[in-house]
C-alpha cells in the first residue's frame, strides 16, 4: 500500500511519520520501536510494526544510520587461514546478527598483525558498529586496544586484557565429555594423544580427560599423555607407541581429528578392531576428516556456529551500551559415531 498526499493523487512512499500517526505514537516512540530499543512497551512495538506493515514502510537506511549514528553492519577479523572456525563463526553470528538486520563484512589477517592493522583500519572506514575477532588458536591473544571507536568481542582466542569482551569453547569440558563417554561404555583403559604441548587447548583437554578418569577412579592408561604435533603421522607413531607400552589400552581420546586419524590407520595396521577392541574419539568434529574415517569417527565440537551467535550477541549488546567485559566459555558437545559405538 502506498500513501497519498491530500494535494496530489501522486503516490509516495510511507514515511516513518506516517507510520506514528496510523500507531497512534510520537515519531520518535515509532524510531525506537522499529529498531529495537528497549524502553518501548511490548504492546506499543506490536502497534508500531503493524503499522510499519500495514503501509508497506521500509526505513531509509542511510537516515536511519545518520539518526540512530549506526550502519548495521560489523566487521569479523579472522585469522583462521583455512576457515575451519571462522567459517562456522562466521555463519553463527550472521543468524544472531541478522534478527537484528545486521550485515557482517569478513576479513582475513592471515596470521599477521601488519596485515590485522590493514583490515582493522580498512573494516573502520565503512564506520561499522562492531568488530568480532576470531583467533587462530585458543591461546590468549594481545588486545588490538580499548581506543577504538567501535566495541570490540574476541571469538575463539580471548583477549590477553580482562576488560575486553571474550568468547570462547571450554576445551576442558570438551576433555571430560570425551573421557566420560569412552567410560560409560565400559571402556577402563583410556589413554591420551594430544598435540603441542605448547597449545593452551592440548592442555585444557588433557586436564579434562584426566578429570574425567580420576572422578571415575581410573588411571591414565600408558603412564602419561603423549603431547606431540597436530597431525596424522604424529597419531600413527602415538598409537604404536601406546600398543607396545601398554597392550590392554582399550580407548585412546585424541586431541584432533588429524591425530585420531592418524591411530586408526595404526591400529587398523596391527589387526586391532575399531570400536570393538579399542574405541577411538577425535576433537575438532572437522566433518570432511570424520565422515572419511574408517569407521565414522566420533568426535568433540566445540559449537563454532553457537560461539558466533553467542558474539554477536554480546556485541549488539555491547552497541546498546551493555557491555560485560570478562571472558566467557561455552560447552562442547559429544557426536558419536561407529569409532566408539558398536552398530553406527
Known sequence: MTVHDDVTTRPRNATLKDV????????????????G?????????????EAAERISFTPNQLARAILGKQTGTVGLLTHDLEGRFSIPILMGAEDAAGAGQMSVFLCDARGDSIREQYHLKA???????????VG???DP????????????VYAYAPSLDPADVSVVPDNTHGGMLAAQHLISTGRRRIAHISGDVEYLAARERANGVQRALADAGLPLAGGEVLYGSWSESWGRSAALTLLDRDPQIDAIVCG?????????DSLRDRGVDVPRDVA???????????QGSRPALTSIDMNFEALGRRAAERLIEAIAG??????????????VRGSTSYGR
Open 280 to 290: 577411538v574419539i577425535g576433537f575438532d568434529n572437522w566433518e570432511v576428516l570424520v
Open 256 to 264: 584432533s581429528d588429524l591425530i585420531a586419524r592418524g591411530v586408526l
Open 20 to 35: 506514528a500517526k496510523l500507531a497512534g505514537v510520537s515519531v520518535a516512540t515509532a524510531s525506537k520501536a522499529l529498531n
Open 136 to 138: 587462530g588458536q585458543t
Open 322 to 335: 551493555r557491555e560485560t567485559p570478562g571472558v566467557e566459555t561455552l560447552d562442547c558437545r559429544l557426536v
Open 141 to 152: 591473544r594481545p588486545s588490538i586496544g580499548r581506543s577504538l571507536p567501535v566495541p570490540v
Open 123 to 133: 573494516l573502520l572506514s565503512r564506520r561499522i558498529d562492531g568488530l568480532i575477532v
Open 37 to 49: 530499543k528497549d524502553n518501548v512497551h511490548p504492546d506499543t512495538r506490536r502497534r508500531v510494526v
